[in-house]
Structure formats: C-alpha cells, structure tokens
C-alpha cells in the first residue's frame, strides 16, 4: 500500500476538522459541509480516486475514507447543534423574555344587549311555564290582518304602517300577532303558554323613539277558564321580576282588533330617577305593552272552540325595556352596529 494514499485521507480529515473550527455560524457550517459533502465535494471526490487505486490497495483506502466521513460528519453534527444553541441563547439574551408580564387578552365577544334581554325576558317566563315558539318574519296578509280580525280594508289596518313586497299578499310582518295563529294550529286542541320573540317591521319615520325594525315578545296563553286576572297577575310577576318588586303596573283600556277586551300596561317609574320626567312625560307611568283576552273570532281562527277555552295575550317591546333599563335615549343604537355603544353592555 501506497502511505500517500492514506496520507491523503489523514491531510483531508486534518483540514476539514480545522476548517470546522473556523465556522462561527450555521450558515458558515452549511457552506462547509457543501464544500466537503456535496455533489463536488471533496469527500466524494476523494472516493472516487478508490478506481485510480491497484486493486489489493482499495480495501484499505475505502475502510479509512469511511472512517474519516464518519468522524468529519460527527464534529459537523456537533457543530451545528452548538451553533443552533448559540444563536438561541443569543436571540434569549437580545430580546429578553419576562414570563411574569401579564398574557396578551383575547378579545371577546359577547351577546348583544337586545339578545340579553331577550333571554332574560324568556328566562321569567320559562319560569312561569311558558316556552318560546318561533314563528316567521316574512308573513301572508292574512295571517298578520285576516285573521287577526282585520278583514281587508278594515280600518285598522291603518295601525301598523306595512311593507309590502312585490309578492301580491306577501308582507314582513308589522307585529307578531300572527305568529298567535301559527301556535295555535300547531297546539290545537291543547293547552298554550308560549312566548314568541322576533323581528317586525314598520314602514315608519325612523326617529330616535321609533326604528323600521324593532323586536317584538309576544305572549299567548289559551285553556279553560283563562281570565283578565290571570293576564293581569302575569303581567304584574313579569315587570316586578324585571324591574323590581316594588313596581306598581296600571291597567288602561285600549283596542286591538284581536282582543277584546283590550289593554294597555303601564309600569311606575321610581320618582327618585333623575330620567323620570323625560321617560314618563311627567306622568310617572311607562307603557310597556299592549294586552288583551284573545278575540274569539282569533281563537276560532286558531283551531279553538271559544265556548270551550279562552285566553289572554300581550305584545312588548323589548327594546323599549332595555331603554329603561340602560337608559339608552335613542332607539336606533340598537342596529346601528357602533362597537363604542354596543361594548358598554
Ligand atoms: N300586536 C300588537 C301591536 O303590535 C300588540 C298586542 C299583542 C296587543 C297582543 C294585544 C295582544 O301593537
């Protein structure tokens, strides 16, 4: 065997690990181990002077060559990771890490005011037996006049402002009155307590008391032997519920076409609120809802026999009672979508 063959190997291995040293980064490392391993590198050059050896010498030249890959490709390896460390520490002690600061807060979302109240209306009452019915916001004219007992060009029509659409007899409905109807189909013969909340829409002058959209909580209770005191009892548990149980609601009359007969409730409102005289126009009374004993030409339109049961029913709105509760002076925060108003809830 040739010693310069060997030598050749020992003089690769003795500059490739004195190289190494010199590679203060991983970028210089890479570039090293490109030279020495890559395609043209020198290591693979190397081996392949194996052919240009006698062929009782090549055993020999490959078992050295292997062994020097081997070590160069450790101390490579060592390097790197050492180099990796390095750069790390060196990032850590740059840009310090206080692992006591307070985390980043993810913002939240939360409900809508109008959808918190609305779930504290249904909350009372779920309470007080009754459960929520969902009914449509694009209606028939039939279902939200006819028969309530508005027959076309009944003039009471002329209470709710409507939005018609191009469909003839296609309207968004102006309360939700006909949803009384729907509960009523569905539930006939049996008994109903049910809340129905939702959106209606009014072709009105949008002003800060009076939006073209608005929810609506109606109430519909139908059985044997359902009376005024009955309606007048959940009316009062309701407001004292949700505004204290202290408040006093006064009963005046009024007239629905669906109803009868009708009402209209208002709750007191503590004298001692600096709003008071604004809220109530210096009556000291807030209307809050309309009311009534279900007609019985409604409850006959709904499946029921009116010798047979009766019922009472109430339409409010919410968004008035969030007024009160908030003190909100302008009705149209509510759809606006401002986050300044909506995040104070
Ligand atoms: N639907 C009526 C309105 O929108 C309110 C109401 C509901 C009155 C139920 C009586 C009974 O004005």
Request: charged share 15%; aromatic share 12%.
């Given at each position: 065997m040739t010693t310069s063959a060997l030598d050749e190997w020992a003089a690769l291995e003795k500059r490739g690990l004195d190289e190494l040293q010199g590679c203060t980064d991983e970028a210089a490392l890479r570039a090293w181990h490109t030279r020495y391993f890559g395609d043209k590198g020198e290591v693979p050059a190397m081996?392949?002077?194996v052919s240009t050896l006698p062929p009782n010498e090549r055993k020999a030249f490959?078992?050295?060559g292997n062994v020097v890959k081997t070590k160069l490709t450790e101390a490579y390896d060592l390097a790197l990771a050492n180099a990796k460390e390095a750069a790390l520490q060196a990032s850590l002690s740059a840009h310090p890490l206080d692992v006591t600061l307070p985390g980043r807060p993810v913002p939240r979302g939360r409900l809508h005011v109008a959808t918190q109240v609305?779930?504290?209306?249904?909350?009372?009452?779920?309470?007080?037996?009754?459960q929520v019915y969902r009914s449509r916001e694009v209606e028939d004219d039939e279902t939200n006049f006819g028969l309530l007992n508005m027959p076309p060009h009944h003039p009471a029509r002329d209470m709710w402002d409507t939005f018609h659409t191009t469909t003839p007899g296609v309207l968004l409905r102006t309360h939700t009155s006909p949803g009384q109807i729907h509960v009523m189909r569905e539930f006939c013969p049996h008994p109903i307590r049910a809340v129905l909340p939702g959106m209606c829409f009014r072709f009105e002058q949008v002003t800060t008391r009076s939006e073209m959209q608005f929810e609506q909580v109606e109430g519909l209770v139908v059985g044997p032997q359902v009376t005024m005191?009955?309606?007048?009892?959940?009316?009062?548990?309701?407001?004292?519920?949700?505004?204290g149980q202290e408040r006093q609601i006064r009963i005046r009359s009024s007239y629905f076409p669906f109803t009868e007969p009708s009402i209209e409730v208002d709750i007191d409102w503590p004298k001692d609120d600096p709003n008071a005289d604004r809220l109530t126009k210096g009556t000291g009374w807030l209307e809050i809802m309309g009311a009534?004993?279900?007609h019985p030409v409604v409850l006959r339109n709904g499946g029921y026999d009116p010798?047979?049961?009766?019922?009472?029913?109430?339409?409010?709105?919410?968004?008035?009672?969030?007024?009160?509760?908030?003190a909100i002076d302008d009705i149209r925060q509510f759809w606006a979508n401002d986050l300044r108003f909506l995040q104070q809830f």
């Open positions: 081996l392949r002077k490959g078992q050295t609305m779930r504290q209306i249904y909350g009372i009452f779920a309470d007080m037996g009754f005191a009955d309606l007048i009892g959940t009316i009062t548990a309701f407001a004292r519920r949700l505004f009534g004993m279900v010798q047979q049961v009766s019922g009472f029913a109430f339409g409010l709105g919410p968004q008035r009672i969030t007024m009160l509760k908030h």
